[in-house]
């Protein structure tokens, strides 16, 4: 019931920047959490950021914490990642990812899933 399309993806060097977008429809964003998601080959799955607006909450993993900024822009029903000082272990295919409601329990994993963009940090 939820769309998501994720765009932005690109090759970077390192502690260069991009943002990413997460497209959505199908609910407006104040009844969804979105998540972002990201692996590498051979890596697990990572959570690294999401954002819910029914009780305005943002989380940030340990990894990404002071560079990577998650918001939104609720009229066009789209959340951004903001990915700054990028490291070459940022080298992933990120994933938006959509539930309801709430942030809670997220990085187990999520309802809907966008198909990925690729980002690519190497000098």
């Known amino acids: 019931q939820v769309q998501l399309v994720e765009s932005g993806g690109g090759s970077v060097q390192p502690g260069g920047s991009l943002r990413l977008s997460c497209a959505a429809s199908g609910y407006t964003l104040d009844s969804l959490a979105i998540g972002w998601f990201r692996q590498a080959p051979g890596k697990e799955r990572e959570g690294i950021s999401c954002?819910?607006?029914?009780?305005?909450?943002?989380y940030y993993s340990d990894s990404v914490k002071g560079r990577f900024t998650i918001y939104s822009d609720n009229a066009k029903n789209t959340v951004y990642l903001q990915m700054n000082s990028l490291k070459s272990e940022d080298t992933a295919v990120y994933y938006c990812?959509?539930?309801?409601?709430?942030?809670?329990?997220?990085?187990?994993?999520?309802?809907?899933w966008g198909k990925g963009t690729l980002v690519t940090v190497s000098s």
């Open positions: 990812a959509a539930q309801r409601y709430y942030c809670s329990g997220f990085r187990a994993g999520m309802d809907y």
């Open positions: 954002i819910s607006f029914s009780d305005n909450y943002t």
